[in-house]
């Protein structure tokens, strides 16, 4: 166990250790020993027999067939007079990044630039690269964007080499010609200058935090080794992680520093006369700098000079004025008990509020130079956006606030907006906002906004409905969730259901179209060919397609902030009641019955779903639980997990043991217990939760002689399982139609 400087000095009495339980299954923790890898294949080899038979086969195709589409919305990101993107599809599975310009953008058939074929430059240098980003170097006034650092991870986990890349001469700079070229690591990179990096990284023997990240940051200038590169910037080994970035907007210029405590705590400091200066604010207030003003939005009650903002508002004060000892501080967003503030982003002169209402997108528009017309407390005027159909997610973004004025069809207060539905395929659309009329002080802002791309339909979505129901959870509290079923749906408990959900570290689960979905699940009709997995229904075949269904459990952001501490710790089982109450409903209602309701979730949502397996046997007839924490007990020894202890508490501190082992899926397994049909996958390369808490699931499972446990562990694709598009359609397909054949009753 990790302790502070405070337990470990001298004469100190050290904390109690929670006493460790068994675990026959800990050889399994070697994630790359020889004999654990056999036992992967085994096992990988037992499922592949169960499940990919001809129509899983077809199904796989039809998933494939989607991600690899050439009609998708190939999204993208401005930089000077260039719209840069990522592309995947059938010919290139590991991807192109590319560019084009904003007139070729807007055609149906861009021209575009490549600047890096991933997979040439895999088979090239004989790694399985995945491409993870890029950040580009601020030019001189006048100057093109030419060079960018690239995020290349060698298996698709979260641990990145960065090498510097000019589009100009299109290759790596390389390292013998004073290129930057970063060893393989967890960390950020940010540039200073030209030839200056500012480097958090664990590479290179540098200091790592418990949690596996970055613990130092250093100033790295060119032909230096980051070894020896001067310290900026360090965190205690127990907080989570050091992060450094500079702010080269001209006229602003600033360089920062947090120290991430945790997942919800977070010091930021600024660089002044060569001190760092730490920004005076509690540690749940995340902030937020743009030019001349600095954004709050505290996580809980904050009290400045007797005025109690409420957990989840908006607030904004001029940076400089605030590092001076100002306290005075605009309201630009209030929540109240239905709507939640999800994100903003900077225009040059406008601030876009992403909101949810009862998880549905609202957008606002603030003006930092006009009065609020209720003149509330400083308060910046705000305009609605019309542009949010009910039961959508709609987001609105800059596109280039830097942008001073036109420049190939870019402009510093232009913004995209991508608005999806369940049934609704999405759509980019691009507009601008500009005051109406009158001087800085009346004047309104209106916008407008036209349609740039438009997704294609993958699936018959006009005969499927949307609808939002609520559940009302053991404690009273009203959770709501998204259905979409077939418009002539009936009633009679006897469709395939997939219920799907979350729950955690504040995470919003909103509309979004799948052709995956639509295709695997929606469409899917029972009888024909399919085979049923022992221990499914056995009743005759039918033609109904399945019901989709995404709960809105505490733990997540749909409600803000208070939505999310209510599940936090000691108050986890609030997630599994509310999940459990979507299970109910769903029952009660006639839409499914416990044989034909299945729930799926992944990482958080993974331990989700294995406490719905443990804890709630009696709602569901399978379960689909996908590189998940399972083992409560060794989570903070496992890759990443140590940074999840202000979600779920520390299992070394005896008194949180105590509430943690109520909702460790890996101890609540027993013996007498009719468990539904279980799938449990994961990544060997998954750096972040690990493949080892869902391999101890399996054997445990397996061991126990519990029936129909199935389990497939990716040799590649990090902790999104998949690095491209054919990986991607392989578990996409084995987790929909293990569903499918378990709920569907499809029995032989």
Not at 168 to 176: D, K, L, N, T, Y
Not at 207 to 225: D, I, K, M, N
Not at 675 to 685: C, K, N, R, V
């Amino acid at each position: 166990m990790t302790t502070t400087e405070a337990d470990s000095a001298p004469g100190s009495t050290p904390p109690a250790v929670s006493p460790e339980p068994t675990d026959e299954n800990i050889w399994l923790e070697e994630i790359y020993g020889e004999e654990q890898l056999a036992w992967v294949r085994e096992q990988n080899a037992r499922t592949e027999d169960l499940l990919e038979d001809a129509d899983y086969a077809a199904l796989e195709g039809s998933i494939l067939e989607v991600l690899d589409s050439t009609d998708r919305i190939a999204m993208v990101g401005k930089r000077g007079d260039w719209y840069y993107n990522f592309w995947k599809d059938q010919a290139n599975p590991k991807g192109l990044w590319r560019r084009t310009t904003w007139e070729s953008y807007r055609t149906d058939a861009p021209e575009w630039d490549v600047l890096l074929d991933v997979d040439a430059l895999a088979a090239d240098e004989g790694v399985e690269w995945v491409f993870h980003g890029a950040t580009f170097l601020r030019p001189a006034v006048g100057e093109p964007h030419r060079h960018a650092l690239l995020a290349l991870s060698p298996d698709g986990g979260d641990a990145n080499r960065y090498r510097e890349y000019d589009v100009e001469a299109r290759g790596f700079v390389a390292p013998a010609d004073g290129g930057f070229d970063l060893p393989t690591a967890k960390g950020n990179v940010s540039w200073l200058d030209r030839d200056t990096l500012l480097v958090a990284s664990t590479a290179e023997g540098l200091p790592r935090t418990a949690s596996s990240y970055a613990r130092t940051a250093v100033t790295l200038r060119r032909g230096e080794q980051l070894a020896t590169a001067p310290l900026l910037f360090e965190v205690p080994e127990n907080h989570m992680l050091a992060v450094v970035a500079h702010d080269s907007t001209p006229g602003f210029e600033r360089t920062f520093a947090v120290d991430y405590i945790d997942f919800f705590n977070q010091r930021t400091s600024v660089l002044e006369g060569g001190s760092w200066v730490e920004i005076d604010v509690p540690t749940d207030v995340n902030i937020s700098a743009h030019r001349e003003w600095l954004l709050f939005r505290p996580r809980q009650d904050w009290t400045v000079e007797g005025t109690v903002y409420p957990g989840g508002a908006l607030l904004a004060a001029r940076f400089e004025d605030y590092l001076a000892g100002s306290r005075e501080l605009s309201v630009l967003f209030t929540p109240d008990a239905h709507t939640s503030l999800q994100s903003w982003s900077w225009t040059r002169n406008f601030l876009l509020l992403n909101l949810l209402r009862d998880v549905s997108s609202e957008i606002r528009v603030l003006d930092p130079s006009a009065p609020s017309a209720d003149g509330g407390s400083g308060a910046w005027a705000s305009t609605p956006l019309d542009a949010c159909p009910p039961l959508h997610d709609v987001n609105a973004y800059a596109v280039d606030d830097e942008d001073d004025g036109p420049s190939d069809g870019g402009a510093g207060d232009d913004f995209w907006l991508v608005a999806t539905g369940f049934t609704t395929p999405s759509t980019l659309m691009r507009g601008t906002l500009e005051r109406s009329s009158g001087d800085a002080g009346t004047a309104g802002v209106v916008s407008s906004h036209t349609a740039v791309k438009a997704s294609p339909s993958f699936f018959n979505d006009s005969q499927y409905e949307v609808q939002q129901h609520f559940a009302v959870s053991a404690d009273g509290t009203r959770v709501p969730y998204f259905q979409v079923a077939s418009r002539d749906l009936v009633l009679d408990g006897q469709n395939p259901t997939q219920l799907s959900g979350y729950g955690g570290f504040e995470v919003s689960r909103t509309p979004a179209y799948s052709g995956t979905v639509g295709r695997a699940w929606l469409e899917r009709r029972t009888g024909g060919s399919n085979g049923a997995a022992s221990g499914g229904p056995a009743e005759a075949s039918h033609s109904r397609g399945g019901v989709y269904v995404v709960a809105n459990i505490r733990g997540g952001g749909e409600y803000g902030p208070g939505w999310h501490r209510a599940a936090l710790q000691e108050n986890r089982h609030r997630s599994y009641e509310d999940f459990a109450a979507v299970a109910r409903d769903l029952i009660s209602r006639g839409v499914t019955s416990r044989e034909r309701l299945g729930c799926v979730g992944g990482s958080n949502g993974g331990l989700l779903v294995g406490n719905m397996l443990t804890s709630y046997p009696e709602l569901f007839g399978a379960v689909s639980c996908g590189v998940p924490l399972l083992d409560m007990r060794r989570y903070t020894r496992l890759s990443a997990g140590h940074s999840w202890i202000a979600e779920y508490g520390d299992p070394d501190v005896p008194e949180q043991w105590d509430y943690i082992k109520t909702f460790s899926p890996y101890h609540l397994l027993k013996d007498g217990v009719e468990y539904p049909e279980t799938f449990i996958w994961t990544a060997t390369s998954d750096d972040r939760v690990g493949p080892v808490q869902a391999r101890k699931m399996a054997a445990r499972m397996e061991a126990m002689g519990i029936p129909n446990v199935w389990f497939h562990e990716a040799l590649e694709g990090g902790h999104a399982g998949a690095s491209d598009n054919r990986q991607a359609a392989a578990l996409q397909a084995r987790s929909q139609h293990f569903l499918w054949r378990t709920l569907a009753g499809d029995a032989s």
